[in-house]
């Protein structure tokens, strides 16, 4: 099966693969809401701080995880496909 893309679209792609990856959070910190991860495998959705206790995520509702070691951008949200 032979696909053919435009280069705006493979790099749409690649772009899309890389979000979906973990990130470190020693190799860069976020910006925003997105995915932690502890060193346990435990995940939130909140906000990724570092302090001297080390990674902490905090979520909306106060809940706090410790020890996180990894973080990924959050999916967009979904939207409802109209019939054509």
């Known amino acids: 099966m032979f696909i053919n893309l435009t280069k705006a679209e493979v790099e749409e792609t690649v772009t899309a693969l890389e979000e979906t990856k973990w990130i470190p959070c020693n190799e860069r910190m976020p910006k925003g809401t997105v995915l932690c991860c502890d060193d346990r495998g435990e995940m939130l959705v909140g906000l990724l701080c570092k302090n001297e206790a080390g990674y902490v995520a905090y979520d909306d509702d106060g809940q706090e995880m410790y020890n996180c070691v990894a973080w990924m951008p ?10 054509e």
Do not use: A, F, G, S
């Open 74 to 83: 959050l999916p967009e949200p979904y939207k409802e496909v109209e019939d």
